[in-house]
């Protein structure tokens, strides 16, 4: 296991995003520094970029979601987004999913250490829940190419549900590159989003797309979130 000791101290970002609730990011930071490493679900070598590049990465796309959403997290792996997103905003109904046994054990160990009753954990393949599980938001990091997560993930959406996809830097060249598959999966609003400018050195982005399968345009009456750039 990975010294606890090297567990990186919270920047000063972190008391903006969390509140109150910086002691248990705090406590989920150090859970991945020691059992996150072991079960290998965080490389050695990012222990010391936890906060910046990954949990406070992840809790800034708290911005997207509007008071008491239910999200599902696909492919949570590490809790990324999903238990970040989860320990800022104790008002989400947060679902997990994730394919892997090993992962879904250490997601629920961890779930109940940090006693986030909001949490729920499924073992299984995104696909694998169509018909079964449903929300308005789903969210993933990393996961796929947008057009094959997307693929995924629209089966897990309600009428005007939408998708937020977080990428990297070439977020608005892959949206174009995707667009025409996109459409065909009923995704026809499409929006980048910054998040985190105020207390992350580079923004992170998310490519947000709305599910609309009977045509037309979606009806936004939260879009005012999506556009503006976060706190």
Known sequence: MTDPLETPAAPSGAAAVFGERLPI??????????????????GPREVP??????????????????????????????????????IARSDLDVHLVEPMLRR????????????????????????????????????????????????????????????VAMKG???????????????TLGLLDATVTEHGGAVLEEPVLSVDLVFCPRGGTAHRPHASRRVRKAR
């Open 49 to 86: 970029r936890l906060w910046d590049r990954h949990v406070l990465n992840c809790a800034v796309v708290e911005d997207a979601f509007p008071s008491g959403a239910m999200v599902i997290d696909v492919g949570s792996g590490a809790g990324l987004p999903g238990l970040a997103l989860a």
């Open 169 to 183: 830097r070439t977020a608005a060249d892959e949206l174009a590159q995707d667009r025409p598959a996109l459409t």
């Open 104 to 163: 879904t054990k250490w997601l629920s160990e961890t779930v109940s250490a940090l006693h986030l009753d909001s949490v729920t954990v499924h073992r299984g393949r995104a696909e694998e829940f169509a018909g079964v599980l449903s929300a308005p938001w789903v969210t993933a990091r990393a996961v796929a190419r947008l057009d094959k997560l997307a693929r995924w993930c629209v089966p897990l959406l309600g009428d005007e549900g939408t998708l």
């Open 25 to 42: 990011a705090t406590a989920f930071v150090a859970i991945l520094a020691d059992t996150g490493v072991s079960h290998g679900l965080i």
